[in-house]
């Protein structure tokens, strides 16, 4: 397999211990071992070592959802997503992929997203130019989730601030998602990067798209000059300087905590202050860094039973400690979440606490 020296060290290194086996989503919901890391490693070791055919090992690997949980276990301390992101390159390049995710790449090209859909007209209605402060929603969120994106805006415009909203809202993402760094992702990021560097700020509202950013963008050598900052640290700093006033009050919110925020950009507080802002802070289990992921919109396209499954468990979880209201962090969980929920729970944006708490 073509795939580069790093990934091939993680490779070679894995121990195929079982440290990892127990904590992986897909896993947990499919209850295959194949959806282990550790399972995981060892089948692509057998590609690399000539036992067995990359054809026969990629359905496996679009089985993982890159959320982390195996690479924040990892005993030796390497990070399996790597090893998953070149495999799918070589996959692609091959021409190898399954038919489901050829279906999402070629919706892809049409549209400039995985979901075959035209920018919603109530975002439409909301376009604004500007050259300070861009908004980032995202294409999952724009796409999927346009009330959380309206409700943001709408909470950014109550405070006073003039953010410019526009139609490009594809980083680069979702290509990346299905087919690791093709020619395609990076013109993708290219091409957002240069309509971002138009702006002095921007407001990232999925922390999927600024993980993404941050990391692979600057891996790549492409710069963004902008300052970035997460949604969550935005609305918190617009609170301290008073541009949004909150009413605390007693009412109970637990937080979904976004694996980009927690692993990818090692943030688990942000979220948890803005509760603390509005109301009172209940924890469930597997929080923080060993937070379970919830849901994954691209994921659902092609295994939607299987996402099921990852948000009822994740719900099981909220139930079990008594968490009535879960504070979602990003679009994918929302969804997730609020597609699953259980009657005498509901499931929020952190943006939607804080309007209800103002």
């Known amino acids: 397999m073509n795939v580069t020296k790093n990934a091939k060290n993680i490779i070679d290194n894995c121990r195929f211990c079982w440290m990892c086996r127990h904590i992986c ?3 947990n919901a499919t209850g295959q071992e194949r959806n282990t890391a550790r399972a995981r490693s060892f089948a692509i070791s057998m590609v690399e ?23 924040n276990n990892c005993m030796t301390g ?21 038919d489901y995710i050829l279906s999402l790449i070629e919706k892809y090209m049409q549209y400039g ?7 919603p007209s109530e975002l439409e209605a909301l376009y604004s130019d500007g050259d300070d402060l861009l908004f980032l929603a995202g294409a999952s969120a724009s796409l999927r989730a346009p009330e959380c994106v309206a409700r943001a805006l709408s909470l950014i415009s109550s405070a006073g601030e003039k953010a410019a909203f526009t139609k490009i809202q594809d980083t680069g993402l979702q290509m990346w998602f299905l087919s690791g760094k093709t020619q395609e992702t990076q013109n993708a990021a290219r091409a957002f990067a240069e309509h971002a560097n138009k702006y002095r700020k921007i407001v990232v509202y999925d922390p999927c798209d600024l993980a993404f950013i941050r990391h692979e963008y600057r891996e790549w050598g492409i710069e963004i000059s902008a300052e970035l900052i997460s949604f969550n640290e935005y609305l918190l700093s617009l609170i301290k300087c008073g541009k949004i006033k909150v009413i605390k009050g007693s009412t109970e919110y637990t937080l979904q905590d976004s694996y980009a925020y927690a692993r990818e950009l ?13 109301g009172v802070s209940r924890e469930m289990l597997l929080i923080g860094k060993e937070a379970n992921l919830a849901g994954h919109l691209i994921m659902a396209e092609y295994m939607p039973k299987v996402m099921r499954d990852v948000a009822l468990g994740r719900w099981q979880n909220a139930i079990n400690m008594g968490c009535k209201t879960l504070v979602t962090e990003n679009p994918d969980e929302y969804l997730a979440l609020k597609a699953s929920c259980p009657d005498g729970y509901r499931v929020i944006t952190v943006e939607e606490m804080l309007l209800e708490n103002m």
Do not use: H, W
Not at 49 to 71: K, M, P, W
Not at 80 to 94: A, D, G, R, W
């Open 49 to 71: 070592r000539g036992s067995t055919e990359l054809s026969e090992v990629v359905d496996n690997i679009y089985e993982c959802t890159l959320c982390g949980a195996c690479t």
């Open 25 to 27: 989503p897909i896993g």
């Open 78 to 98: 390497f990070d399996p997503k790597v090893f998953v992101q070149e495999t799918k390159t070589e996959i692609v390049l091959s021409g190898l992929a399954p």
């Open 266 to 278: 090692d943030d688990t507080e942000s979220g948890r202050a803005l509760i603390n802002a509005a």
């Open 113 to 119: 997203n995985v979901y075959g859909m035209e920018m």
